[in-house]
């Protein structure tokens, strides 16, 4: 299929692949690659949906949804070969329940608020299958869900992906045991990717038809906190032009960098017998600052979120490219080469590590670069995120790719086999988060509550509906998932 070797230097890249497209049915339905997109860009992309709204609308009346959320159920805890569902390696049931919810997250993450009546980004358009949001760090692997899913979307054509995403995050949810109140239909997708441009484009150098090119993504003034080593990462947003459309620290990054900033030598509380020094503190001001002032969240909705998107899935970082080429340019380099390649499924952060059929997939699988789940049973809802937090004492640790994160000091605790991030470890450390934690450890039935509440309002938002109830005042298609008491 994606056979044909294109004018942008992917012949290096595509031998370099292993496994080929072929073998994962339908990965081509998912995920539109960048050099195709390219011709996009100067038209209509003939995969994209062509249907009026008005037409959509009208078709979705007689959507069967109890059959939509059976097929995504069916799927959703049957692993696939050529890409393995997580679980097993964390002693739980195989389930894409993290992945998928991911993806909707990610999909919709890009929202951001302008003011009263104008938004950008959000899920509506799927603009995720296009470039450049393809090619965003913070969506490696998505293709892959993509891919799976578009197994569901053949069955159901008329659905469109921005509606099939977001769906299938939240069905992940209920069918993990999780909150889920409502869910609307009636999302459009974009024929190209153009309405993300202003949202961020990364690799900016190696852009494709250059005039699409330009974007406020690029750091007008970088920014280090004065605790803040020199030669940890900068970020952009505290003298970022008013309405910059990017999270906190870069346009890759669709959220917060979840490592957070690393102390200098003299700041307070650096400790040298640590192996990284970065700071809960400094990151609960960098998740505030993209949550709140960018995406529109309020502290509470902020807490809810990370805590319930935090409960299923894993990170991926069981892999230490060290001493590899993927450590190496070009692979390491951001821009195309975070997607897979032509011809393969294969992007450096897919990884090497790993042989045969094993290589780069399943326990052997690179995203981020963290290593590990956030509780005990990552394919069941549960509350391990925040009763954990409160009651292990946790303490800086490395990944095995050397992604900075943090365990548990206590080795033999229920919790040591979990994870968390800088990011994570931020709401314990922060004045205003820590209470909100401490309610949603003491009253789980409140957290359920808040985190259905926000993740409707998430997956809901978007620059063409900007209020959460706009989508459902346009389309008039909701459930409220009363047929899964009468499923098996
Ligand atoms: C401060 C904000 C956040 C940061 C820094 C962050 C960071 C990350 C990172 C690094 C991963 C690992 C990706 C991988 O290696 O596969 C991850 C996974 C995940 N995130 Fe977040 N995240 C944030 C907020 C959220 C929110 C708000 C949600 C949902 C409401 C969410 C849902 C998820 C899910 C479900 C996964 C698991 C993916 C899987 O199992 O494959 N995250 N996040
Ligand atoms: C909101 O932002 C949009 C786009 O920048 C602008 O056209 C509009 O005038 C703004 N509206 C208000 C009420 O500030
Ligand atoms: C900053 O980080 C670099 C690289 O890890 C290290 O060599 C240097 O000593 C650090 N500087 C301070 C002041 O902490
Ligand atoms: C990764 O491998 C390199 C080279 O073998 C080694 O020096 C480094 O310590 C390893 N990193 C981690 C986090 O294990
Ligand atoms: C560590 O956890 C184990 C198992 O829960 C517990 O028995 C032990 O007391 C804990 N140790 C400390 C130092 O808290």
């Known amino acids: 299929m994606l056979r044909s070797v294109g004018f942008l230097g992917w012949a290096v890249l595509a031998a ?11 990965y081509d339905q998912g995920t539109i690659p960048a050099w195709k997109d390219l011709a996009s860009l100067r038209g ?30 069916a799927l959703m805890t049957s692993s ?11 002693g739980d049931v195989p389930s894409y329940a993290g ?41 490696t692997n998505l293709d892959k869900a993509r891919g799976l899913l578009a197994e569901v979307k053949l069955q159901f054509g008329d659905v469109s992906w921005s509606d099939l995403m977001t769906f299938a995050g939240t069905a992940a949810i209920k069918l993990s045991g999780g909150p889920a109140k409502k869910f609307c239909f009636g999302r459009m997708d974009d024929v190209n990717g153009d309405r993300s441009i202003p949202l961020g484009v990364e690799g900016v150098t190696q852009c494709r038809g250059s005039k699409f090119c330009k974007s406020d993504a690029e750091c007008p003034n970088s920014f280090r906190w004065p605790e803040q080593n020199d030669t940890d990462h900068a970020r952009c947003n505290i ?9 906190s620290h870069s346009v890759g990054l669709i959220y917060v960098y979840p490592e957070g900033p690393e102390l200098k030598s003299t700041a307070d509380g650096y400790n040298s017998n640590f192996v990284h020094n970065r700071s809960p503190k400094l990151s609960a001001l960098e998740v505030r600052d993209t949550f709140r002032d960018r995406m529109g969240w309020t502290d509470r909705e902020t ?41 393969s499924l294969r992007g450096p952060t897919d990884g090497t590590c790993g042989t045969g059929a094993e290589a780069g997939r399943g326990k052997n699988t690179v995203s981020s670069g963290f290593e590990g ?11 391990d995120f925040f009763d954990a937090l409160l009651s292990e004492e946790w303490v800086p640790a490395k990944s095995p790719y050397g992604a900075d994160q943090w365990h548990t000091r206590n080795e033999t605790s229920k919790f040591a086999r979990t994870m968390r991030l800088t990011a994570d470890v931020s709401l314990v450390a922060d004045k205003i988060y820590r209470p909100i934690v401490e309610e949603y450890a003491a009253d789980h039935a ?6 259905a509440d926000a993740w409707f309002k998430l997956v809901h938002r978007s620059e063409d509906h900007p209020h959460k109830d706009d989508l459902e005042k346009d389309a008039g298609v909701c459930t409220s998932f009363e047929f899964t008491t009468l499923l098996p």
């Not at 789940?373 to 509350?383: F, I, L, M, Q, V």
């Open 16 to 26: 370099a692949s292993e496994m080929r497209s072929d073998d994962f049915p339908n």
């Open 44 to 73: 209509a992309h003939p995969a994209a949906q062509v249907m009026s709204k008005a037409e959509y609308h009208r078709q979705l009346k007689s959507l069967d949804i109890p059959r939509l959320y059976r097929e995504i159920a």
């Open 80 to 90: 696939r070969p050529y890409w393995p569902a997580d679980g097993p390696q964390d």
């Open 99 to 139: 992945l998928f919810a991911r993806l909707a997250w990610h999909c919709s993450g890009s929202f951001r608020l302008i003011n009263d009546t104008h938004a950008a980004g959000g899920c509506e358009g799927a603009r995720q299958r296009h470039w450049p949001e393809n090619e965003w760090r913070d969506n």
């Open 239 to 247: 003298e970022q032009p008013k309405h910059r459309l990017q999270a």
């Open 303 to 343: 807490v809810a979120l990370i805590g319930g998107g935090h409960t299923l899935g894993r990170t991926h970082g069981n892999c230490n490219l060290t001493g590899t080429k993927w450590a190496q340019a070009p692979y390491n380099n951001v821009g195309p080469y975070f997607e897979a390649t032509p011809g």
């Open 373 to 383: 789940p956030w509780t005990r049973s990552p394919s069941r809802w549960n509350y």
């Open 446 to 451: 409140q957290f359920d509550a808040d985190f």
